[in-house]
């Protein structure tokens, strides 16, 4: 962990081509700077690559920062391969390039303590990283007390604490879900160390037909684990603290984890099971992710034979991984239905989650999330004018976010009303110029109006700022 993330300086120069944009990307690094430079017919860009995401195990990602925003490149370097190749996530991308935002949600389990500016897609305050690798703090919570008076209890002990909030210690990083819903006036930085994740966010996990398991994906270790024989026959003492301890004296090893097997198994398993030398290699296989790109994980579900993996689209059910307080329980489900349907194209789910919302916003009516969620899946039910109308009172609620602006422009644009469209999404690209869907989406008011040289100047905001 203290490995997560660093600056660039030195990155192995390579290059590759992505057969289906066409688009070539190189890496070039000297006197300890980093560039990579996009190629696509005759356009060619060189970005300065700020930092290195990654311990390198498996792979090493890059972010750049341009004004104090960061973007996630498209290039990773895949260790097992020594070789650079497209980032997962980008493989269908008609045009891979350095523009996807990178959130607070995303940034937290890659670094230390980032400077994230609330309410914003992408912003951080300089400079950038209080903390660049993941610290003592965020396992044993915060160390104020602590280096006042150095004794036992002065810190949180993650082995000591109850089930749901020694569990979350691992989970805020390794247990993604479907979708993660924060609770009203919530950040991801709220939670810390020593209590549930549900008093600040609530997981939402798909749940699986019987016999099955949930696509293997690469955060899903506690998912995984959840589901073994091991874990559910424990009652609890089994946990991520068991297998991998935090604080090694010397690297895990076969002969590690076969002990911590041996445990439980020991003397039981000696006539239907000869004790092996490797117990995890069997029951626990290294096999790719479904969104892992060139890289393979270790399976947490310890089968004790291999299990058929659902194929196909994936189920829409959603189930809480805990549930939140009892008064929060309609409301992030109908707003996780509203995300998880968007994010699998779910008309069906989206519906269902429109309809909670719609209920919960009778006793919520100044809930900015509801109210955006209510927005979206108005939009998305080509309802646009009702959809401003769910926008217009967020953005009365936040009047300073160029995302809520951005997102009534869109309703505006849908309704066609352009020239209301143009003043909220010009009020966006003025709040945060480097807000990139609202200057697409600029460009697109500005060329239905005729008012193409405009449109034409808000081109590569992000290649503009990097040429001054």
């Given at each position: ?226 589901l073994s024989m091991c874990v559910r026959q424990s009652e609890g003492r089994l946990w991520c603290g068991m297998c991998h ?87 992030n489900l109908a707003l996780a239905s509203v995300t998880a349907g968007i994010a699998v194209r779910s008309p069906a789910q ?43 009172r967020v953005l009365q609620l936040e009047p300073k976010d160029a995302g809520n602006e951005e997102a009534a422009g869109l ?58």
């Open positions: 962990m203290s490995r997560s993330l660093r600056r660039t300086g030195g990155e192995p120069a390579g290059s590759f081509t992505d057969p289906a944009s066409g688009t070539t990307f190189t890496v070039r690094s000297s006197h300890g700077r980093t560039v990579q430079i996009r190629e696509r017919g005759d356009e060619r860009t060189e970005y300065p690559v700020a930092w290195a995401v990654g311990s390198g195990t498996h792979a090493a990602g890059y972010f750049i920062e341009v004004a104090g925003h960061l973007f996630q490149s498209p290039i990773c370097y895949y260790t097992n391969r020594r070789a650079y190749g497209l980032a997962p996530g980008y493989e269908h991308l008609p045009d891979p390039d350095f523009t996807r935002p990178v959130g607070e949600e995303c940034v937290l389990c890659h670094s230390g303590r980032p400077l994230y500016v609330r309410g914003t897609a992408n912003t951080y305050s300089p400079p950038v990283f209080a903390d660049e690798g993941i610290s003592c703090e965020r396992c044993h919570g915060p160390s104020e007390q602590h280096l006042r008076r150095p004794i036992p209890g002065s810190i949180v002990n993650p082995g000591k604490l109850a089930k749901a909030a020694r569990d979350s210690v691992c989970e805020q990083c390794h247990l993604a879900g479907a979708t993660r819903i924060l609770n009203p006036n919530r950040s991801f930085a709220d939670f810390h160390a020593g209590q549930p994740l549900e008093d600040v966010f609530t997981v939402y996990v798909r749940t699986a037909a019987p016999g099955t398991s949930r696509p293997f994906k690469v955060i899903s270790h506690a998912e995984q684990l959840a301890n935090p604080h090694p004296v010397t690297p895990a090893s076969t002969k590690i984890y076969n002990a911590v097997c041996g445990s439980c198994h020991a003397g039981k398993l000696a006539e239907s099971h000869p004790a092996g030398p490797d117990c995890v290699s069997c029951h626990m296989p290294r096999r790719q992710a479904q969104d892992g790109g060139h890289t393979v994980f270790t399976d947490h579900r310890i089968a004790r034979r291999p299990e058929t993996e659902e194929t196909g689209p994936p189920p829409e059910d959603l189930a809480p991984w805990r549930e939140p307080a009892p008064a929060l329980r309609q409301r989206i519906v269902h989650g429109y309809r909670l919302l719609v209920e919960v916003e009778k006793t919520s009516l100044d809930d900015i999330a509801v109210l955006k969620g209510i927005g979206r899946a108005l939009l998305l039910g080509k309802q646009p004018l009702e959809a401003l109308r769910a926008f217009d309703a505006s644009l849908e309704s066609g009303q352009l020239e209301l469209a143009a003043r909220h999404l010009e009020r966006a690209v003025e709040l945060d110029p480097l807000l990139i869907s609202a200057t697409t989406a600029l460009q697109e008011v500005y060329r239905r109006q005729g008012r193409n040289g405009e449109a034409q100047a808000l081109a590569h905001p992000l290649e503009r700022l990097l040429q001054r």
